[in-house]
């Protein structure tokens, strides 16, 4: 079993920053992709951002310059770094891993969520 565990989330004012993070744990032989998405209100789920397990990188376009992931596979844990925040990113945000478990000749490759974690932007 694989869990992921959300922190970093929060009230924050219009130009504001948050950090969120998101570490995955228990039965992990490799994680692959990591990344977010967040859905906000009578909104559907939408991809904020992901990162491969070499470091490649893809936003949203309405993230981009804002934003940042990045990842630490010695801790299995996968950042968004949230600049210029505005209302409109306003949202549940949550993470993803795609992470790879089992024996040799057994393996198999699973997508996991986080519970997600609230952001609102609001002055």
């Known amino acids: 079993q694989v869990q992921l565990v959300e922190s970093g989330g929060g009230l924050v004012q219009p130009g504001g920053s948050l950090r969120l993070s998101c570490a995955a744990s228990?039965?992990?032989?490799?994680?692959?992709?990591m990344g977010w998405y967040r859905q906000a209100p009578e909104k559907e789920r939408e991809l904020v951002a992901g990162?491969?397990?070499?470091?490649?990188?893809n936003y949203a376009d309405s993230v981009k310059g804002r934003f940042t992931i990045s990842r630490d596979n010695a801790k299995n844990t996968v950042y968004l770094q949230m600049n210029s925040l505005k209302p409109e990113d306003t949202a549940v945000y949550y993470c993803?891993?795609?992470?790879?478990?089992?024996?040799?000749?057994?393996?198999?490759?699973?997508?996991?969520w986080g519970q997600g974690t609230q952001v609102t932007v609001s002055s």
């Open positions: 993803y891993a795609d992470v790879t478990s089992g024996t040799y000749g057994f393996r198999r490759t699973f997508n996991y």
């Open positions: 228990g039965s992990i032989f490799s994680i692959n992709g």
């Open positions: 990162i491969s397990s070499t470091g490649r990188t």
